[in-house]
């Protein structure tokens, strides 16, 4: 059985775009709004004193946990992608990870330390269902040669924004006002209002993975649903046995060895659908130029997810957040990022669609460059914000504000394109897994971002300087590389638009 295929070339009805475009991205607005939301209060939560209703965890424990969530619920991709396309379809994946996500919320908001960490497992498992399956199904609605598909993914990618924004915006001032767990559970509504728009727009995206595109046989299901059973009890017993004391676990220690295991793990996927996934020629040269891309995108996440811990430990604790008599929430600092993103997308949108049309328009590879290196440049700036604080002042908000710009430049450049280079390079039976795989550059990066933050102490900014340009000479160096590299990769990319016209 194979997934029913509509041409939506001529739909233009969300704005130029297919119809379904508008259900997806309003699908992922409340889901990013609920996990924006929660994850700005994350190693604010953590690191909050008891009697402020935290958690009272040092800053080094709880990067280290913050990059284990992170980087896990990207890393859970990989096998939501795989359930997708060879058990349940991407649109069954969507709407369970959803209800699934909702259900985490609605766990982390009862004030309970065991209850924080349990409805962060349940966020995990829901997102890595929802996440690379709605991406996926994105690309389906356009044709390999259709020129809008890139200005779809930013539009898709401004849904993304508006939710986190109102993630920011409704989490941070419950927080603030109520306490965490009011904002906690106002993720969950987020995400029941997302579920709720899916259902009913649904016929908007007839014929988009609505089925696996190469199911298993009916033996090959039961042996894969006892090996996801068999999983998730595992993870139920060692959840308890954690609690109980039984399993002692020491959050920076599992951090190292965990990003060693994404790493371990991207490379053995990624080469393996390469060596034995029966690819011609040239799949396999659009595999090599998709790595490239794949690395850019795991530096990149690495300097960028310092948003939730590093950067705004720094909004918290040397920022200058009184405007009279009203505090802006440290929280409320992360929504730069997203507002700049709704002002921005349509620009970069136009852009991409009419250097298309001049056949002007860079590569896939040049674009990841670009970003890569536009978002070192953010830290650059707060290298030297970072000094003035060291030196026993609170800064100006601004010095934040220019950094999330410049990261936000940066992410318009390489995330959205990334994502469009993954549905348009990879191998059409293997859209859901490589959508997977992707992502696990996520998962990479936010591991090695939580590592990084965890070597900020909140006493020492003298430290942070160091830190901040460390992070932006690795990224330039890298995006140089790439640039670089590119003059042979971008060759590679167009062999796409080849297959299509065969």
């Not at 284990?68 to 058990?87: E, K």
């Not at 891309?293 to 310092?306: P, Y």
């Not at 040397?318 to 008599?325: H, K, L, N, S, V």
Request: net charge positive; charged share 10%.
């Amino acid at each position: 059985m194979t997934t029913k295929t509509i041409d939506r070339t001529s739909d233009t009805r969300f704005i130029g775009h297919p119809l379904g475009l508008s259900t997806l991205a309003m699908t992922e607005m409340w889901e990013r709004m609920s996990y924006y939301g929660m994850r700005a209060m994350l190693v604010l939560f953590m690191t909050a004193a008891l009697q402020e209703g935290g958690m009272g965890l040092t800053v080094l424990a709880a990067g280290a946990i913050y990059g284990l969530y992170t980087g896990s619920v990207y890393f859970a991709g990989l096998p939501g992608g795989w359930i997708a396309d060879r058990l349940i379809g991407g649109q069954n994946a969507v709407f369970f990870g959803g209800v699934i996500i909702m259900v985490g919320h609605i766990i982390l908001a009862i004030p309970h330390d065991a209850s924080f960490f349990i409805g962060l497992i349940f966020v995990v498992l829901g997102t890595g269902l929802l996440k690379p399956n709605i991406g996926a199904m994105v690309g389906e609605l356009y044709t390999a040669k259709d020129s809008r598909r890139d200005a779809g993914y930013t539009l898709y990618y401004m849904g993304i924004n508006i939710g986190s924004l109102i993630g920011y915006g409704i989490c941070g001032y419950l927080q603030v006002n109520y306490g965490y767990h009011y904002a906690f559970g106002a993720a969950a509504v987020g995400m029941l209002i997302g579920l709720i728009q899916f259902k009913l727009t649904q016929k908007n995206i007839e014929g988009v993975s609505q089925q696996p595109v190469v199911p298993l046989t009916v033996q090959g299901q039961k042996i894969a649903w006892s090996v996801i059973g068999v999983c998730l009890a595992i993870i139920a017993i060692v959840t308890t046995l954690t609690f109980q004391g039984v399993i002692v676990i020491e959050p920076r220690a599992l951090a190292e060895k965990v990003a060693v295991i994404f790493v371990f793990t991207f490379l053995l996927y990624f080469f393996g659908i390469f060596f034995l996934g029966k690819l011609n020629a040239d799949e396999k040269k659009r595999m090599g130029a998709l790595f490239l891309i794949c690395v850019a995108s795991s530096c990149f996440f690495a300097g960028f997810e310092q948003a939730g811990s590093s950067l705004n430990l720094f909004g918290l604790d040397y920022t200058q957040r009184m405007f009279g008599t009203f505090e802006v929430p440290a929280a409320w600092f992360q929504s730069a990022n997203s507002i700049f993103i709704i002002l921005l997308s349509p620009f970069f949108a136009a852009l991409w669609i009419n250097l298309g049309k001049r056949m002007l328009e860079p590569s896939y590879s040049v674009k990841c460059a670009l970003g890569l290196i536009i978002m070192a440049s953010g830290f650059i700036v707060m290298f030297f914000a970072a000094q003035y604080a060291a030196s026993g002042m609170k800064v100006a908000p601004y010095w934040l504000v220019a950094t999330y710009f410049l990261h936000t430049v940066g992410e318009l450049c390489l995330s959205p394109v990334a994502l469009s280079a993954v549905s348009k390079l990879s191998p059409k039976r293997f859209g859901g897994q490589m959508m997977g795989v992707f992502v696990l550059t996520y998962s990479m990066g936010s591991v090695i971002a939580g590592l990084l933050a965890g070597q900020f102490d909140p006493n020492q900014v003298e430290q942070m300087p160091g830190l901040y340009m460390q992070i932006s000479l690795f990224s330039i160096a890298i995006g140089i590389v790439l640039l670089l590299l590119s003059f042979k990769t971008g060759k590679w990319e167009k062999l796409a638009e080849k297959e299509s016209a065969a």
